[in-house]
């Protein structure tokens, strides 16, 4: 079963616009990560936040982690059509399991 | 650095036929997942590698099985090919076992028919 989900499903907003995606998580973590997959391709790494951080930045992304609630949101500021792409929350509950992805948004900018 | 790559990049198999699809990590990884991605199911884990040995496995029948060779490049077999099966699978290589930041290929597309 999923570990992480996301929320909303599906975003599209303008371009130049900020977007935020968020991802809800059942258990005790060890870090989440997030991943962008362009169409039919395979995942690529953007940002790992560890629990014991709040917040986390990597050019135009901005991570946040609350484990209180077990939350995570992905911001992308000033989006641009090449951010068009499906974004995935994983995490890792640590103890050599396996890391576990969500159920993704998929994300449209329009130029 | 050599990314991970996956050979082939498609495939088209009938119903009852079996697969091999290959995986080559980056360079120094030792550890190999396989994940299975179909619209209906999302990412789906199917199993990790690592020095060889399976260290991980998803809810996946006997059907689909795996392997990892000395120099951690992996292979994973479906046989008994079901039309449920077309779906894209990917793999990902990471430095540890586990939890950390990985390394994902382009993807298997393979098409029962």
């Known amino acids: 079963s999923q570990q992480g989900e996301e929320d909303p499903q599906a975003l599209s907003i303008q371009e130049g616009e900020n977007a935020t995606m968020n991802c809800s998580y059942k258990?005790?973590?060890?870090?989440l990560q997030w991943y962008r997959q362009n169409s039919g391709r395979g995942l690529v790494h953007l940002i790992l936040?560890?629990?014991?951080?709040r917040e986390k930045h990597s050019g135009r992304l901005r991570v946040t982690l609350d484990t209180s609630k077990k939350s995570s949101s992905l911001l992308i500021t000033a989006s641009r059509a090449a951010d068009t792409a499906s974004y995935f929350c994983?995490?890792?509950?640590?103890?050599?399991?396996?890391?576990?992805f969500g159920t993704g948004t998929r994300l449209t900018i329009i130029p | 650095k050599a990314g991970v790559t996956q050979t082939p990049r498609y495939l088209i198999k009938t119903r009852g036929q079996q697969v091999t699809l290959s995986c080559s990590p980056i360079?120094?990884?030792?550890?190999v997942s396989w994940y299975q991605q179909t619209p209906g199911q999302g990412l789906q884990f199917l199993f990790e590698?690592?020095?060889?040995?399976?260290?991980n496995k998803g809810n996946f029948p006997g059907r689909f099985s795996g392997r990892q060779f000395s120099n951690s490049r992996s292979e994973m077999n479906v046989s008994t090919l079901e039309l449920g099966d077309s779906a894209l699978y990917l793999c990902?290589?990471?430095?540890?076992?586990?939890?950390?930041?990985?390394?994902f290929g382009p993807g298997t597309r393979l098409t029962v028919t």
């Open positions: 360079s120094g990884h030792r550890s």
């Open positions: 990902a290589s990471s430095l540890e076992l586990a939890g950390g930041e990985q390394y």
């Open positions: 258990t005790s973590i060890n870090n």
């Open positions: 994983a995490t890792d509950r640590g103890g050599n399991e396996k890391l576990t």
């Open positions: 590698y690592f020095s060889e040995t399976q260290r």
């Open positions: 936040i560890r629990s014991n951080e």
